[in-house]
């Protein structure tokens, strides 16, 4: 695919439960990205990866969430014991080597915590 | 802290009128500002960046300018369409590589 892909793209979960949601990024994009959006509001940034390393992930409220990218591509932001306030919809991105490059965003992935 | 602000937060005006939307943020130290659609449901549409050395982004319809050391941007849009109707989202990168999003105009074109 040309795009940004996400799966799942709903997922409704119990709170105190685990969950994993995926970012596919556009192939030969180095650089991908994590934000939150909640009703109503922009995107918050959460963590930016280059390559495999975060470069930074400022953006993750606690160490509830944590997200990984071992082979430099695909991304999985891990949340753990989630809560209400968890709800959002989870956006990925991705751009040619970070930086001031243009980012381009997935459909998101729509967590309801029950 | 960055903070960027979208005015107004909701318009709805009718088919073939020409509109302007506004952005401005705090920190005018800004690597570059992208303006972007979301759909109902849907993620977000890249519509035009704006490099920081840069004044203005055009895209069929669409003109963007960017005056940096004010901290402001506009959207205008040229003869709107019914398929306009969306929310339009303005982000700026400052340090690092985040963006920092505003809030949103959500955008009505009534037939």
């Known amino acids: 695919g040309a795009g940004v892909s996400q799966t799942p793209s709903n997922k409704v979960t119990e709170k105190g439960k685990y969950v994993e949601l995926r970012c596919d990024p556009i192939?030969?994009?180095?650089?991908l990205y994590w934000y939150r959006q909640s009703l109503g509001q922009g995107p918050e940034f959460l963590i930016y990866?280059?390559?495999?390393?975060?470069?930074?992930d400022s953006g993750l409220p606690n160490d509830r969430f944590f997200a990984v990218r071992p082979e430099g591509s695909v991304s999985t932001l891990k949340i753990q014991r989630t809560e209400r306030g968890d709800s959002a919809v989870y956006l990925c991105?991705?751009?040619?080597?970070?930086?001031?490059?243009?980012?381009?965003f997935g459909p998101g992935t729509r967590l309801t915590v029950l | 802290k960055q903070e960027v602000t979208q005015i107004p937060a909701a318009l709805s005006v009718p088919e073939g009128e020409n509109l302007v939307l506004n952005c401005s943020f705090t920190?005018?130290?800004?690597?570059?500002l992208q303006w972007f659609r979301q759909d109902p449901g849907k993620g977000l549409t890249s519509l035009l960046l704006i490099q920081s050395s840069q004044r203005e982004q055009t895209s069929g319809r669409l003109n963007a300018s960017l005056d940096k050391s004010s901290g402001r941007s506009t959207l205008y849009i040229a003869a709107s369409q019914p398929g306009d109707s969306a929310t339009y989202l303005c982000?700026?990168?400052?340090?690092?590589?985040?963006?920092?999003f505003g809030e949103g105009t959500q955008l009505t074109v009534n037939p």
């Open positions: 991105a991705s751009s040619f080597s970070g930086g001031a490059n243009e980012q381009f």
């Open positions: 920190d005018s130290a800004i690597y570059n």
């Open positions: 982000a700026v990168r400052t340090g690092g590589s985040r963006l920092t």
């Open positions: 192939s030969g994009h180095t650089a």
């Open positions: 990866f280059q390559g495999t390393g975060a470069a930074d």
